[in-house]
């Protein structure tokens, strides 16, 4: 592969929630175009088989795995010391994503709504703040935080998640306009995504389900992979504080 492919040479990436689905395939991605990846997850086993899948897809690939809880400080302070370690930070992407209530807000356990908010976004947060004291504060650098477009209009049936994902949303604004002119904040919104995680959305009616999208079918890792590194290459270099739908054209539709 030559050097123009690999646009991301030099460069080290920190990928959260990447055992499998949108982390692993972002991870690749990554890696593909040169980067040197690290990849969390809390089970050690699963993550080491994505490292071991990316490095046979990616033979001359660096990878680096650190399995623990996106919730736990010093989990965050492990994984961004590796990622240090294999070259500095220039990339920080927050994947780690959970959604353990379903239905409406009225019946939702709150216990389940905090540890959602906890993992879907203050968690992203403790990652950029110790990515920022780590050196992407000094030397810069690109955040891409995934959301999801429930996070933009409402769904009646994951609403806290979509609650959790619009904070995403609004935090990774906010941080774009502090952190600018050295580091760049980006968020991506997919719509329904072929992985396990959507399973519980989907099951068996995935025909159904993509009718609904213009595209006529739903996501793949694959789709968001790509947006994500366009958003951290130089090619997306006055480009923050967006949020990129990709969504195969569902939300202009105007409906969910």
């Known amino acids: 592969m030559s050097d123009a492919t690999r646009p991301l040479s030099g460069k080290s990436a920190l990928i959260t929630g990447a055992s499998r689905g949108i982390g692993l395939s972002i991870a690749t991605e990554l890696a593909a175009r040169g980067a040197a990846v690290t990849i969390t997850g809390r089970k ?21 795995a650190v399995a623990g809880n996106t919730g736990d400080a010093e989990h965050r302070a492990e994984a961004v010391a590796a990622a240090v370690a294999a070259g ?3 990339i920080l992407v927050n994947n780690t994503g959970i959604n353990p209530t379903f239905g409406s807000l009225l019946d939702a356990d709150l216990n389940a709504v905090r540890k959602l908010f906890d993992t879907n976004v203050v968690a992203a947060l403790g990652y950029i703040q110790e ?46 306009w ?8 980006n968020t991506i919104a997919p719509g329904i995504v072929k992985t396990k995680f959507a399973e519980a959305l989907v099951g068996a009616g995935e025909e159904q389900a993509a009718r609904a999208y213009p595209m006529q079918r739903l996501g793949t890792p694959e789709d968001i992979a790509a947006a994500v ?28």
């Open 88 to 90: 500095g930070i220039e």
């Open 131 to 176: 990515a920022h004291r780590a050196g992407m504060g000094t030397s810069g650098g690109a955040i891409v935080n995934i959301a999801s477009v429930a996070g933009l209009r409402s769904t009646g049936v994951i609403a806290a998640y979509g609650a959790s994902k619009a904070a995403l949303i609004r935090l990774s604004e906010e941080l774009a």
């Open 44 to 64: 050690p086993e699963p993550l080491e088989a994505a490292a071991a899948s990316i490095r046979e897809a990616v033979p001359q690939a660096r990878v680096t």
């Open 229 to 256: 590194a366009f958003l951290v290459s130089d090619q997306a270099s006055w480009i923050t504080g967006e949020t990129l739908r990709v969504d195969g054209g569902l939300l202009a539709t105007g409906s969910m």
């Open 178 to 185: 502090q952190l600018a002119p050295s580091i760049r904040v």
